[in-house]
């Protein structure tokens, strides 16, 4: 896997302040839980089986949410040629080098055009909303508006199956986190983000719900404690 780390990102657009830093001990968390080329490995694979991979690479695209940006250098590992991240963390987005366009901004409130992109990918953001459902329905609510008709949403998130209860399990065994810094990152991670965490995976149906109101399901899948979701606009 090779990660471009030398050519320089754009100019970030500050659509806001962003938060200066979100919470210290989740980024560095976050950070520590997989390095970045495990990470472009992992969603390489995670958009090929959705078939992202196989889409015009003239479309496009942009991830929400999108953190230090791993996401960003698969899209371009993948061929296409408009990518762009939006997060809220100017200190995370500060992290990354590549050639995709970067926002500060958040998704709630999203600055771009109605009808303005082809495809709009999430990776672990929609947990980290404070209120649902409300914050979820004017998220998605801002997807659809600025997706074309037409255009898709790829959206994986956590999801609260018996693989997911076990890792949490685990999570506890304090000599294991102790072994295993991995798994100490990803215990950290949680308990930085309990409260949207538990929050949103304790309200499955509902979240459903919403997401097949607002686009058409084209694939649902629930795997390895995560729900994976392609949906389009009609
Ligand atoms: C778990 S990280 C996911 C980052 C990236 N997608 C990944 O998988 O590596 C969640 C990200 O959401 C960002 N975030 C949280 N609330 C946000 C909001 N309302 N708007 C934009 N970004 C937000 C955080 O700053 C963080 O970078």
């Not at 495990?38 to 991979?53: A, M, N, P, S, T």
Request: overall charge negative; glycine content about 6%.
């Amino acid at each position: 896997m090779n990660i471009q780390q030398n050519e320089p990102a754009l100019q970030i657009e500050y659509w806001q302040p962003g938060m200066e830093c979100c919470d210290e001990i989740w980024e560095s968390a976050y950070r520590r839980f997989e390095t970045p080329e495990q990470e472009c490995h992992k969603f390489l694979k995670r958009l090929q089986q959705l078939g992202v991979d196989q889409w015009d690479k003239n479309l496009r695209v942009v991830e929400l949410f999108c953190g230090q940006g791993t996401g960003l250098h698969a899209l371009l590992e993948l061929g296409f040629h408009s990518v762009e991240g939006v997060d809220l963390s100017p200190h995370l987005l500060k992290q990354y080098q590549g050639a995709a366009q970067l926002y500060v901004g958040d998704c709630r409130e999203l600055k771009f055009e109605d009808h303005s992109r082809d495809v709009l990918i999430v990776q672990g953001g929609l947990h980290h909303l404070p209120i649902l459902p409300a914050d979820l329905e004017q998220t998605l609510s801002e997807m659809q508006r600025v997706l074309r008709p037409g255009g898709c949403v790829v959206i994986v998130e956590p999801w609260l199956t018996p693989f997911l209860r076990f890792v949490h399990a685990v999570c506890k065994i304090q000599v294991l986190r102790k072994l295993w810094p991995k798994l100490d990152a990803l215990a950290t991670m949680i308990e930085q983000e309990i409260t949207t965490y538990e929050q949103w995976l304790s309200q499955p149906e509902d979240i459903l719900a919403l997401l097949n109101s607002y686009f058409q399901s084209e694939q649902q899948k629930v795997a390895f404690g995560k729900l994976m979701y392609v949906g389009q606009k009609t």
